[in-house]
């Protein structure tokens, strides 16, 4: 159950982290919303893993270190997905 509850709030958090990583992005981006939000959630799920795994989750009030984590896996994904659908769309003009 643990793992269904962390893909819903990862999801949620890519509404917020997607276009957080788009803004620390340079240049433009030519994704769509849908992709932001499914990189930004992607990029959370990670991060909250990571978040996990260093046992920075388990602390009292906000996580500051937790959304750190995750604001960066979402940049990387983001990054990831905007410079493959960049590609694809460039090598198939």
């Known amino acids: 159950m643990y793992w269904v509850w962390m893909l819903i709030v990862s999801l949620i958090a890519g509404i917020i982290f997607g276009p957080l990583a788009r803004l620390v992005l340079p240049g433009k981006q030519n994704i769509s919303l849908g992709w932001t939000i499914l990189g930004g959630g992607i990029g959370a799920f990670i991060g909250g893993l990571i978040a ?19 604001i960066v896996c979402a940049v990387i994904v983001v990054a990831i997905i905007a410079g493959y659908q960049g590609r694809s769309r460039t090598s198939a003009a």
């Open 52 to 70: 996990k795994a260093l046992g920075v989750k388990d602390t009292s009030g906000p996580d500051w270190t937790q959304y750190l984590i995750q």
